[in-house]
């Protein structure tokens, strides 16, 4: 399945955008999250460039907001990014045929929104799947940088019982949806969804890990043989 | 201690992303490994969304507005494959029933 597009720089950010406006509630949960922790708001904000992962910036926050110490803070805002390895993973072998510099600068913008854009749109030719990847991947860059900005300020005037940040949940569901092109990927989601719950008090969200984990192997001794 | 904090959760997440993009950058990947990569988007996107509606201890934090709202949204992403209107349903819907009930 190529979809290669003519202009896979231009199709990159285009479809990054749809994918950003439920993100954006998000940036503005992050900003209420730092102003209870009480950090300062340009130190808040420097979590965007140097962190770039949204739930993983909200956990570290909101633990050090509680008085964890900063070991137990980054372990746990690392474990709730545990994910990106799989993405790391799936991903790896369309980073086989491309440059050194890639590497390391497409690692920088694999979030979760630009992981499911190349999953959904497969480029098989190096040089548009390149393109198309990093453009995804730094509009996503530009407007959550803007919109932490603007989060930090703003966001404590939000009032809570608006719930924007139902946005999220209803945004993952959507991605899911797209990424369930077959009927056995969508029995694996409902699988996973199961698996999360019961396992959702698990500390730190590892939840996830064993989910997917679990699913996948248990896909896989269920597949039948395919030609 | 925060700004330490930040640049060491900095680079775990970079190594994160990175690690496997790097050490796998020569490997031959099998067959069957490729297929059960196939199953990690919906997977992890499907642990995400039950992961958001659970508190930390693994109470359900959702009531029937947000189970609505989720229903219409994946629903609407079915059909029309557009990641706004799926949005744009799924919060109506949650805020109607919100108000609603």
Not at chain 1, 181 to 197: F, H, P, Q, S, V
Request: proline fraction near 7%; charge should be neutral.
């Amino acid at each position: 399945m190529n979809t290669a597009p003519s202009r896979p720089a231009i199709q990159g950010s285009l479809d990054a955008l749809p994918l950003f406006v439920p993100a954006l509630p998000f940036a503005f949960v992050f900003g209420v999250v730092v102003a209870e922790a009480g950090i300062p708001q340009w130190l808040g904000w420097s979590s965007s460039p140097i962190i770039f992962g949204g739930a993983i910036q909200v956990t570290l926050f909101t633990l050090i907001g509680e008085g964890a110490s900063v070991a137990a803070a980054v372990s746990a805002a690392l474990i709730v990014g545990a994910r990106h390895m799989l993405y790391s993973v799936t991903l790896a072998p369309k980073f086989q045929n491309q440059p050194g510099w890639f590497r390391w600068i497409g690692s920088y913008v694999l979030i979760d929104q630009v992981f499911v854009l190349s999953q959904i749109k497969p480029i098989d030719e190096p040089v548009a799947f390149r393109r198309y990847f990093l453009s995804a991947g730094f509009t996503f860059w530009a407007l959550w940088m803007t919109c932490t900005a603007l989060g930090v300020v703003l966001g404590p005037a939000i009032p809570p019982e608006w719930g924007v940040e139902f946005a999220a949940p209803i945004l993952f569901i959507s991605l899911m949806m797209a990424a369930s092109d077959r009927r056995d990927k969508l029995a694996a989601a409902g699988l996973a969804m199961i698996i999360t719950y019961l396992s959702a008090g698990l500390p730190n969200r590892v939840g996830i890990l064993i989910a997917v984990i679990s699913t996948v192997v248990v896909m896989m001794l269920l597949r039948k043989p395919r030609p | 201690m925060i700004a330490l904090a930040i640049i060491l959760t900095g680079i775990g997440s970079y190594t994160l992303r990175a690690f496997f993009i790097f050490a796998l950058s020569r490997y031959t990947f099998p067959p069957l490994l490729l297929q059960a990569l196939e199953y990690v988007a919906p997977t992890v996107m499907a642990a995400l969304v039950i992961s958001m509606l659970t508190t930390p201890e693994g109470a359900l934090d959702a009531g029937i507005p947000e189970a609505v709202g989720l229903i219409c949204a994946a629903l609407v992403a079915k059909v029309t494959g557009n990641h706004i209107l799926s949005l744009t349903a799924g919060m109506a819907s949650f805020w109607l029933l919100g108000w609603l009930l």
